[in-house]
């Protein structure tokens, strides 16, 4: 059973969003325990990466400004398009606040996945997540005004613990365990890396299914949005690198398309206001997608 859910990993995660949709109930109640399979998510995936590597990569320019455009850029162009168009307030909100969100841990275990570079995609990661404060502080601060309060304290905390303690704790664990026994641990664990990534898709996809309940017309509107948001950040993070390689286009891709709207509601709140988590739960269905369409297009292209 494990081998077939890890054979057919990427196709799972949209059965997953599936699943979690037909079970609002389920999916709700498995929400709260979202940050915990975060955490071990970021820690198992750390493990399997070299920390001097990574550390490398950081310390790269083209990482910061593939962060900037995952992050600056896609927030003042939603920002324009919300304009242009009139879009709700609210709903504006929610857009803006999607494109200035880090790129989702899983990412790295989804490209490990497509067996593209997985420090990579961590790297770009990081440095999404680090941008992200400053970003979503400048969001709320146009959108909200006077009335913005960006626990900051709760962001760093939590960058602590999703982000340090794992490094921490896989640098300690690669300096004082035997190297070819934690191989060994390695090989075996890193395949069941991609089962904690169907939780997410499962457990945020519940918010969108209370409005479908309420208001189907509302909620279609919603999954069109988020269907039109991850084609954009997709589709135009492909072309800025697509001169840079097929794998670093694809990854770049990916890692632009998948947003870790749960840390981001973490720290903000309702400061996001009530068309976020149905947007962040409508975007399950294209972002489980994703990996299964740069699969198709990785044999394609």
Not at 44 to 62: D, H, S, W, Y
Not at 167 to 172: E, G, I, Q, Y
Request: glycine share 6%.
């Amino acid at each position: 059973m494990f081998a077939f859910l890890i054979r057919n990993s990427l196709l799972c995660m949209f059965l997953a969003a599936i699943l979690g949709f037909v079970f609002p109930s389920l999916s709700l109640s498995v929400f709260p325990f979202l940050p915990l399979v975060l955490f071990f998510l970021m820690t198992l995936t750390l493990l399997g990466i070299k920390q001097a590597e990574l550390i490398v990569r950081l310390r790269n320019r083209k990482i910061w400004l593939y962060s900037s455009l995952h992050a600056i850029f896609y927030m003042l162009f939603i920002s324009l398009i919300g304009w242009l168009f009139s879009a709700n307030a609210s709903l504006q909100l929610a857009m803006v606040a999607v494109a200035a969100t880090g790129s989702l841990f899983a990412t790295p275990a989804i490209v490990r996945a497509l067996g593209f570079d997985s420090v990579e995609a961590m790297a770009m990661t990081i440095g999404t997540t680090l941008l992200l404060p400053l970003v979503i502080f400048v969001t709320l601060l146009i959108y909200q005004g006077d009335s913005v309060h960006l626990d900051l304290v709760a962001y760093f905390l939590r960058l602590i613990i999703f982000v340090f303690g794992p490094m921490a704790f896989s640098f300690l664990v690669h300096a004082i365990a035997p190297r070819e026994a934690l191989d060994r641990m390695l090989v075996k664990i890193s395949p069941y890396t991609i089962l904690l990534v169907f939780a997410f898709p499962f457990g945020l996809i519940g918010s969108f299914r209370v409005l479908f309940d309420q208001d189907p017309m509302a909620a279609l509107n919603y999954l069109l949005v988020a269907m039109g948001l991850c084609a954009l950040f997709f589709s135009v993070s492909l072309l800025v690198y697509w001169r840079s390689g097929k794998e670093i286009a694809l990854t770049a891709a990916i890692t632009s398309g998948n947003r870790n709207v749960l840390l981001t509601y973490s720290i903000a709140g309702a400061l996001l206001g009530p068309a976020f988590l149905p947007l962040a739960g409508a975007l399950q269905l294209p972002t489980s997608l994703l990996p299964v369409i740069t699969r198709w297009l990785n044999k394609k292209l």
